[in-house]
């Protein structure tokens, strides 16, 4: 079908964003930018050709702004404004209260990216000086030029999922550290004891087995070796009970039984080694603890939002894979499309055009790179039972013509997963496999002929 205005789907939505940025910097209104600090903060009132009205520095932490913005709307009252609009860069914390100060005085408020300040900052002068007056100023062109954005609204729910999502990232990392720790130790005093099971680590009888070696014999293979292998077998049940298990593999057991008189190793600093490993492995078994208590916390939240139904009819996401997503993402419905969300978390494709020129096609990378994570760790149970992604991934794989590495396929997966995310929150649809392949008009038309 022709488009006979000339006006594309994007050409839309970028005028549809358009108007609602000058909603909320409308030409009656003066733009006060704020370069927010520690306890310095630089405040400048501007018209929109960036004419600079009035200048000021408060010496003052951010929840003490009130009087500035008060300050800066008594400014622009008396050069003839009806209002103004508060802008600032999203920094740490402070910009929250901000948005909120401002909130609670009716006084719009909009965040320009960092990125987009320090572009501006080269363009300035064609200098890289950098100054908080110089920074103010620039927020509030850029603001008066539209280059800035609506900041996530701050919602209860939605606020404390981010916050766990946030805290279970830091566990996550935390564990992988302590594995790598633990791995690296033992390859030095004692690599026989990692070859006794496929993934140690996975392995909870692996664990529990250890941790009788390291911490009930204090890493005295002697001490350990009278027990015997029946009675070890028995401590190391014991271990697996209190875990909340309820048998070991007996053929890791034995396997680090008989590991004991492997002399392989850096003798020497095998006790203190050990001590470590015995260190290390009870804060990965209290932060595993935490990690479980987080997530259960998360679907909770995922549960008061009434999303788990939803999200979960994708087939291979769990509850706390969308989670974790959502807790990056917020609340979908804010983004105007699919691709916007896939945008937001830089998984879309970065296109290089000119003239007859065509290069190559990158993702931009942009974005938070927390969701493109935790979208990228989704991929991995999806294509283990969602035929459909499945299908997909040997198609990018596989067809002859433009095909894609493993990788690029993977990362294609993960924009779809975000896509469908969007799809079945904002229209409350559970996910069809049909309509996740086909599209909806080939589902229609199966509907219409039905």
């Known amino acids: 079908m022709s488009n006979s205005s000339g ?22 209104s003066a733009i006060v930018g704020i370069d927010l600090a520690d306890n310095k903060q630089v405040v400048v009132v501007t018209d929109h050709d960036s004419k600079v009205l009035a200048r000021r520095t408060f010496r003052c932490r951010a929840w003490d702004l009130g009087i500035a913005l008060d300050w800066a709307a008594e400014r622009a009252t008396a050069k003839g404004f009806a209002g103004v609009t508060v802008a600032c860069e999203p920094t740490g914390h402070r910009w929250r209260v901000l948005g909120q100060l401002a909130a609670d005085r009716s006084m719009p408020f909009v965040c320009v990216q960092p990125m987009q300040t320090s572009w501006a ?88 087995a250890m941790w009788v070696v390291v911490d009930r014999d204090n890493a005295d293979f002697t001490r350990t070796r009278r027990l015997g292998l029946a009675r070890f077998e028995t401590a190391v049940r014991r271990e697996i009970t209190n875990r909340g298990g309820h048998k070991p593999c007996l053929r890791i057991v034995r396997k680090l039984f008989a590991a004991l008189n492997n002399p392989t190793g850096v003798i020497a600093h095998r006790r203190g080694a050990l001590e470590r490993v015995q260190l290390l492995l009870e804060d990965w078994a209290e932060n595993q603890r935490k990690l479980a208590d987080t997530e259960a916390r998360m679907t909770a939240v995922l549960d008061e939002l009434e999303l788990t139904a939803l999200v979960t009819s994708i087939s291979g996401i769990s509850a706390v894979g ?62 283990q039972t969602n035929t459909a992604y499945a299908a997909r991934y040997r198609h990018l794989t596989t067809r002859e013509t433009n095909k894609l590495t493993p990788t690029q396929a993977q990362t294609a997966i993960a924009a779809a997963i975000l896509r469908h995310m969007h799809a079945v929150i904002t229209s409350g649809v559970a996910w069809d496999p049909v309509i996740a392949t086909h599209g909806t008009r080939h589902h229609a038309a199966n509907t219409k002929a039905a």
């Open 121 to 208: 900052r080269r363009s300035e002068d064609l200098t890289f000086d950098k100054t908080d007056d110089k920074d103010a100023i620039l927020i509030a062109r850029l603001t008066a030029q539209l280059r800035c954005y609506v900041p996530e609204p701050v919602e209860e729910t939605w606020g404390r999922l981010r916050h766990l999502g946030t805290r279970r990232e830091r566990l996550i990392g935390e564990a992988v550290s302590q594995v790598q720790q633990m791995r690296d130790l033992l390859e030095c005093v004692w690599p026989a004891a990692l070859e006794t099971a496929n993934y140690p680590f996975r392995s909870r009888t692996w664990a529990a």
């Open 7 to 28: 006006v594309s789907r994007g050409d839309r939505n970028r005028n549809a964003r358009l108007v609602r940025l000058r909603v909320l910097v409308p030409l009656s």
């Open 322 to 383: 969308a989670a974790a997503i959502l807790a990056e993402t917020g609340d979908p419905r804010r983004f105007s499309t699919a691709r916007a969300l896939v945008k937001h978390a830089g998984l879309a494709p970065r296109e290089k055009l000119s003239g007859t020129f065509t290069g190559r096609t990158k993702l931009t990378g942009q974005g938070r790179p927390r969701l493109r994570l935790n979208a990228w760790r989704a991929v991995w149970g999806a294509l």
